[in-house]
């Protein structure tokens, strides 16, 4: 599985931006899929996880204005993003790994991430 993210920018606070993730092999149905995101200074958090059976967590700091969507035909998995604030600035890489859970280091690929800069 091998992963680039695409979509990063900047934006100003409340605006939107749409992440995407593709795999050039295939997302594989059997692994789970994440978004993560790291801040300068900060540990790798989750943002969202697609699971096996197409559900969707989401991180409660994303709730509400974060939506994951998969689309099986393009290999992607794309991340919109909404009603962004400061502290979603960060650099947000797209995963996917073996269904045992949603933090980092059960993911065992990971693409090169994508820079996300919100200004106040």
């Known amino acids: 599985v091998y992963l680039v993210e695409s979509g990063g920018g900047s934006v100003q606070a409340g605006g939107s931006l749409r992440l995407s993730c593709v795999s050039a092999g295939g997302l594989g149905s059997r692994n789970y899929l994440g978004w993560f995101r790291q801040a300068p200074g900060k540990e790798r958090e989750e943002v969202a996880l697609?699971?096996?059976?197409?559900?969707?967590k989401y991180a409660d700091s994303v709730k509400g204005r974060f939506i994951v969507s998969k689309d099986v035909a393009k290999n992607t998995l794309d991340l919109q993003m909404s009603s962004l604030k400061s502290e979603d600035s960060a650099m947000y890489y797209c995963?996917?790994?073996?269904?045992?859970?949603?933090?980092?280091?059960?993911?065992?690929?990971w693409g090169q991430g994508t820079q996300v800069t919100v200004s106040s």
């Open positions: 697609y699971d096996t059976e197409g559900r969707i």
């Open positions: 995963a996917a790994g073996p269904p045992m859970g949603w933090r980092p280091c059960d993911f065992n690929y």
